[in-house]
Every structure is written in C-alpha cells, then in structure tokens.
C-alpha cells in the first residue's frame, strides 16, 4: 500500500509560480512510477506529467511542456511540480498519482496507477 499526501496549493496570480509536493509513505517509493493528473470543474480528469523512473525519463501534457517541470527526491519520499508561468486555464484541482514501474504501461493513463491522493486546489486569478 501507498498513502499520498499532496501540498502547496493555493491562489496564485496569472504568470505567477507554485511547487506542489506529493509525500509518500508505505512501499518502496523508487520502485514507483509517479505522476500528475489535474481536474477542472465540469471536466475529465487529464494527465499532467509523470515519470516512471526506471527509465529515467519524463512526460508532460503539451498545454505544460515548458511551463511545468516534475521532479523528485527518493530519499524524501516526495515528489514535486515546478509550475511557472501558470495560466488562468492551469486552475483546477491536482492530484498524485503512483504505480508500479515495472508494470505500468502508459504513464499518462490514469488507469495504469493504483494510488492516489486527495488532490489540493490550485486557482489563477487574473
């Protein structure tokens, strides 16, 4: 079992940055593929960014690619998204995601990942 924690949400102006954190705990947390999923009001809940980790590499959502950056800290047990240059479009509610990097197939799916957190509001105000 994996427990989720996300932070660092909050009301930020248009332009403006915000590090979200996802702190986990439980099972191996290199072992784990980790991501970023965000939901609008009204809307479908949509890939961020994720990183599977054994390979080393890192997938975004083309509205992010530049803006947004996913990292993380495997002794810390966290992992974060460097958001700049957020839009009015960037408001919604963010939710961690993790799963096996072994068997996970597509990592923006959110169907490939087991875990979840709560999800923290992020808001733009133009």
């Known amino acids: 079992q994996v427990q989720l924690v996300e932070s660092g949400g909050g009301l930020v102006q248009a332009g403006g940055s915000l590090t979200l954190s996802c702190a986990a705990s439980?099972?191996?947390?290199?072992?784990?593929?980790m991501g970023w999923f965000r939901q609008a009001p009204g809307k479908e809940r949509d890939f961020v960014a994720a990183?599977?980790?054994?390979?080393?590499?890192?997938s975004y959502a083309d509205s992010v690619k530049g803006r947004f950056t996913i990292s993380r800290d495997n002794a810390k047990k966290t992992m974060y998204l460097q958001m700049n240059s957020l839009e009015p479009e960037d408001t919604a509610v963010y939710y961690c995601?993790?799963?096996?990097?072994?068997?996970?197939?597509?990592?923006?799916?959110?169907?490939?990942?087991?875990?979840w957190g709560q999800g923290i509001q992020v808001t733009l105000s133009s």
């Open positions: 995601a993790a799963g096996s990097s072994t068997r996970m197939g597509d990592i923006t799916a959110a169907s490939e990942y087991d875990y």
């Open positions: 439980g099972r191996a947390f290199s072992s784990l593929a």
């Open positions: 990183n599977r980790w054994i390979a080393g590499t890192s």
